[in-house]
């Protein structure tokens, strides 16, 4: 711990996996620039989007991953996770398949991160709720079972996105302060 020397700079690698067309994309426009589109494709070109965090008066840099699509191939580089410190797994509440996905994102997550991962389970597009094929009890069960933060998002109406990205960022903190 330094003393007296203004800013200490942090900054944290998250990664967003999950299956293609659950809402990363769009969980992350939502954070990092409060947009959302509904005709999104793969960003092309982009690796990841920077944001500043205040956790107990300290600036932290999250620079947050996301795929180009490339986990419709099944082919999320070991690249893509070198040095990540959290990450957030992402099903659609509405998509059975890609919450019972979620395992194998654990297994492809545990071969490339070790343990001390900061792992956050996300259920986004809660806004769906008439179309819903996923319980929240399913959610937070499996959460349970895995020693995942739990939470349902919606980047559509911007519910918990920035608390599911500051649990993970807060938790990341705690760790190395
Ligand atoms: P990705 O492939 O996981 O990056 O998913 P995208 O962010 O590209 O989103 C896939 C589709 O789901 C797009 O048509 C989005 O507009 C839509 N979508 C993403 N998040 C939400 C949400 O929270 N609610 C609703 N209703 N649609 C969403
Ligand atoms: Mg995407």
Redesign the pocket.
């Known amino acids: 711990e330094q003393e007296g020397g203004g800013a200490e700079e942090y900054l944290f690698k998250i990664v ?1 996996i ?13 954070f990092a620039r409060n947009e ?7 960003t092309i070109g982009v690796e990841f989007q920077t944001q500043v965090v205040d956790i107990d008066g300290k600036q932290i840099k999250a620079q947050i991953w ?2 180009a ?1 490339q ?2 191939f099944r082919a999320v580089t070991s690249a893509y996770y070198r040095g990540a410190v959290g990450v957030l797994i ?1 099903y ?1 509440i ?1 998509r059975r398949t890609s919450f019972d996905s979620v395992k194998r994102w654990l297994d492809e997550l545990s071969t490339h991160c070790d343990t001390t991962v900061a792992r956050m389970l996300v259920g ?5 709720e008439n179309i819903r094929e996923v319980s929240v009890e399913e959610g937070k069960s499996l959460a349970e079972e895995e020693s995942l933060f739990f939470m349902e ?5 911007s ?1 918990n996105v920035q608390a599911a990205f500051e649990v993970v960022i807060r938790e990341i903190y705690n760790d190395v302060s």
């Open positions: 967003l999950g299956d293609s067309a659950v809402g990363k994309s769009n969980l992350l426009s939502r959302f589109d509904n005709n999104s494709k793969a996301d795929t699509g986990e419709r992402v659609d509405t986004n597009k809660r806004d769906l998002t919606s980047a559509l109406d519910t």
